[in-house]
Nanobody
Framework: VLPVESGGGLVQAGGSLRLSCTVSGAITSVFNSKIMAWYRQAPGKQRELVATVTRLGSTNYADSVQGRFTISRDNSRKRVYLQMNSLQPDDTAVYYC????????WGQGTQVTVSS
C-alpha cells in the first residue's frame, strides 16, 4: 500500500498550506483500523512524527506544531489531511503520511518550503 501525498509548495512565513494523502490501495476496513499520521523530514535530520488521527478523529500533535497544524481524515475516501497555518521556516521539510507504526510503504512525500 503506497500513500500518495500532495499539496506542498513554497510559502512565506506566516502562510498556510493544506496537504493531502490518498491511500487508495488500502482496503477500507484496513484503512479505518489504522491510526494515520503525518511525518516530516528536514535536510540532515531524522524523520519525525508531526501528528496522528484515529478513525474516530482523536488527534495528537508534536509540541512544535501544536496549535498551528490540524490533522483530519476522510475514511470513506481513504484520505488524510494536514492543515498547516502560521508556517515557519523550521517547518521546511518533506512531508509524508503513514500509519503510526510506519507499517505502510513510504511514498515520495510532498515538499514544503517556508521562506523567511
Amino acid at each position: 500500500v503506497l500513500p500518495v501525498e500532495s499539496g506542498g509548495g513554497l510559502v512565506q512565513a506566516g502562510g498556510s498550506l493544506r496537504l493531502s494523502c490518498t491511500v487508495s490501495g488500502a482496503i477500507t476496513s484496513v484503512f479505518n483500523s489504522k491510526i494515520m499520521a503525518w511525518y516530516r523530514q528536514a535536510p540532515g535530520k531524522q524523520r519525525e512524527l508531526v501528528a496522528t488521527v484515529t478513525r474516530l478523529g482523536s488527534t495528537n500533535y508534536a509540541d512544535s506544531v501544536q496549535g498551528r497544524f490540524t490533522i483530519s481524515r476522510d475514511n470513506s475516501r481513504k484520505r488524510v489531511y494536514l492543515q498547516m497555518n502560521s508556517l515557519q521556516p523550521d517547518d521546511t521539510a518533506v512531508y509524508y503520511c503513514n500509519d503510526d507504526r510506519r507499517e505502510l510503504s513510504w511514498g515520495q512525500g510532498t515538499q514544503v518550503t517556508v521562506s523567511s
